[in-house]
């Protein structure tokens, strides 16, 4: 039989060397852009220019066009291989309309022709992109908040209410990191930016990561009533080994989907999807292999400092 308690060490050592790795991707991708991820202009106002030549072109010629129609700073990086003349180009939030559709033109003219249909302009003014920043933000606390109050609350009969929620929002917070870092890691590697969908992508991880803890915690509750008497760690134990199948069916299924939509999905979705597909294999780690053994060392160490524990 798999004792999950038994072998936090080795489980508490592969979580501290993911954290340590999404902290290091943070990093290179703050000293490379000067921003812990790349941000897309939905945070910060800006204007991105998807544009498909019919031809190949020069990057450096693109970005002199821009410069000379008056954005400052633009950034220009080929998308996909080099035989699908497929550019991007991020630039500040132009003064008007009108330098939009001169950009284009000065474009068509001294860079190449331009296939309009396949070409798309997303602009977003810098106060909006402040709002989606704040609101983010927010949001993410709040789901934090109420996690922890709905544990709380639900598990109030039992002794020690608070440390269930305390433990489920570090195994989330690992959760985020992870998924921090690994979407780090792609901008760096693929360009990825942040973006709305990469918001709902984390969100979604933070829904996961208390459902399938909750899951857990909620057998726990029970046995502890039901085999009242036993070590902790045998309630623990057998609490995690009764969920396993349940927990294992429920983020395989998804994961297949996701790993069917990574494959054969198209180009827009596919950083939406990875994100939550990293984010479910770390939930699913870290609410077998790092809550249930920290709610268990936890609870073992008050009791080992109880009068008359060492005696026992």
């Not at 990086?77 to 330098?99: I, K, N």
């Not at 199948?245 to 996701?258: D, E, G, K």
């Not at 479910?280 to 920290?294: G, I, K, N, R």
């Amino acid at each position: 039989m798999i004792n999950f308690v038994q072998k936090r060490q080795l489980f508490f050592t592969i979580a501290g060397v993911l954290v340590l790795l999404s902290a290091v991707a943070l990093m290179v991708s703050f000293v490379m852009f000067g921003q812990f991820m790349r941000i897309s202009i939905d945070f910060t106002g800006g204007s991105l220019f998807v544009l498909q030549f019919e031809q190949a072109v020069d990057g450096d010629a693109i970005r002199d066009v821009f410069v000379a129609e008056g954005y400052s700073a633009p950034i220009v990086q080929q998308l996909g291989a080099q035989d699908s003349h497929q550019w991007q180009v991020r630039t500040s939030f132009p003064e008007s309309a009108d330098v939009t559709h001169l950009v284009l033109e000065a474009l068509e003219a001294r860079v190449g022709p331009i296939d309009t249909n396949n070409s798309t302009v997303d602009t977003m003014e810098p106060s909006v992109g402040a709002e989606v920043t704040r609101t983010a933000v927010l949001a993410v606390l709040a789901a934090a908040t109420a996690v922890l109050l709905f544990i709380w609350f639900s598990f109030r009969r039992i002794p020690n209410p608070f440390r269930y929620g305390v433990v489920s929002i570090v195994a989330m917070s690992i959760n985020v990191i992870v998924t921090l870092g690994f979407y780090a890691l792609m901008g760096i590697l693929g360009g990825w930016e942040v973006d709305a969908l990469f918001l709902t992508a984390l969100l979604t991880v933070i829904g996961f990561s208390v459902e399938d803890v909750i899951v857990v915690f909620d057998r726990i509750r029970e046995n502890i009533v039901r085999h009242y008497g036993e070590p902790f760690e045998l309630v623990v134990n057998r609490s995690v080994l009764e969920t396993l199948h349940r927990s294992l069916a429920t983020q395989l299924n998804a994961m297949f989907v996701m790993i069917a939509l990574l494959i054969f999905g198209g180009v827009t979705i596919k950083p939406f999807i990875a994100v939550m597909l990293v984010g479910m294999v770390s939930e699913t780690f870290t609410s077998l292999c790092v809550a249930v053994p920290l709610l268990t060392w936890w609870e073992e160490r008050q009791m080992s400092r109880r009068p008359g524990a060492a005696l026992a």
